[in-house]
């Protein structure tokens, strides 16, 4: 019989050919899975067989992965990911139950995502802070697009040209399962982008504008994420110098800003394309958390009322 390390390829076999997931997909999957091997082999010792793995050999791998301070949403994940793993082997009789099928992750106190205040957006998007660098016109166009379409990492990541619209002001994105969306573009992204289009042919290697992508590095093959996320973590630091700032510090700050500004829910949904609601609904938590500072802060009698209550 099959080991559970062999089972593990053969699904990851399946799962890419017969789902036709995306290389990205595939890849969170197989570190699911050999993060749970890993887990049963060093922390509980256990045999390596399908049938040998229990409900309660489960349980305990969500409690350490908790206390280990992962999110309820990246355990739940991990969750699914083991369901229909074990879903796959009863299928090819390689299992005879599915020990996570009854188990939900065990839920932790939800932290609120980082926010940038307007004045340090305001801060990071000067453009004096990029003159000095060879990509400064690359840099501020990739935090102004981030900034102006809460657009995540990997979405931006993989833009090409020709989803952008300049004369409607108009940007398509392929998120998540390839579902696409129209996200206005504002008069600020597109003057940058034009001017960073306009440098390009002056900064990069000449001739190697890799398959129309919109970002590229300085050998004009395709920006990847990594080096987005290090232009993000470059530029932030010269901002607020004890903060992690990330491409998704910038999508968080997008969506919290125009529910400050009186943005319809659904509406914020639709453009960082969230399929659920719920999920948007922790930016109402952040601007409510950032009127009650703005309140104590500027109200003459706050303090006062705060007592009383």
Wanted: charged share 30%; glycine share 4%; with cysteine.
């Amino acid at each position: 019989m099959d080991d559970l390390n062999s089972c593990i390829k053969q699904y990851l076999v399946f799962f890419q050919a017969e789902k036709n997931y995306s290389s990205n997909t595939c890849k969170a999957y197989r570190k699911d899975l050999s993060d749970f091997l890993e887990f049963l082999n060093i922390e509980l010792k256990k045999s390596l067989m399908p049938v040998s793995i229990q409900v309660k050999d489960v349980k305990k791998y969500l409690i350490y992965l908790s206390q280990k301070g992962y999110d309820h949403s990246s355990i739940e994940r991990k969750l699914s990911t083991l369901k229909s793993f074990f879903r796959y082997l009863r299928k090819k009789q390689k299992a005879t139950s599915n020990p996570a099928l009854s188990l939900k992750a065990p839920r932790r106190k939800k932290r609120l995502p980082r926010v940038l205040s307007w004045l340090q957006m305001r801060e990071l998007l000067e453009p004096s802070l990029y003159e000095k660098y060879r990509q400064g016109p690359r840099d501020r166009a990739i935090l102004e697009l981030l900034y102006n379409t809460g657009l995540r990492l990997a979405e931006l990541s993989s833009l090409e040209l020709k989803d952008i619209d300049f004369q409607n002001g108009e940007i398509k994105i392929t998120g998540k399962g390839n579902k696409e969306r129209i996200v206005p573009l504002g008069e600020n992204a597109i003057k940058t982008l034009m001017e960073y289009l306009s440098s390009r042919s002056r900064v990069d290697s000449p001739g190697r504008h890799e398959e129309g992508f919109l970002f590229l590095n300085k050998y004009g093959e395709k920006l990847g994420r990594r080096g987005v996320a290090r232009v993000v973590k470059k530029y932030g630091s010269r901002i607020a110098e004890n903060k992690k700032i990330s491409p998704h510090t910038l999508r968080h700050s997008f969506a919290t800003h125009l529910l400050d500004e009186g943005a319809k829910l659904i509406a914020v949904k639709e453009m960082l394309g969230h399929e659920k609601l719920s999920t948007t609904q922790i930016y109402t938590h952040v601007s409510m958390d950032r009127l009650k500072k703005v309140y104590k802060k500027a109200h003459p009698r706050a303090e006062e009322k705060s007592q009383l209550q």
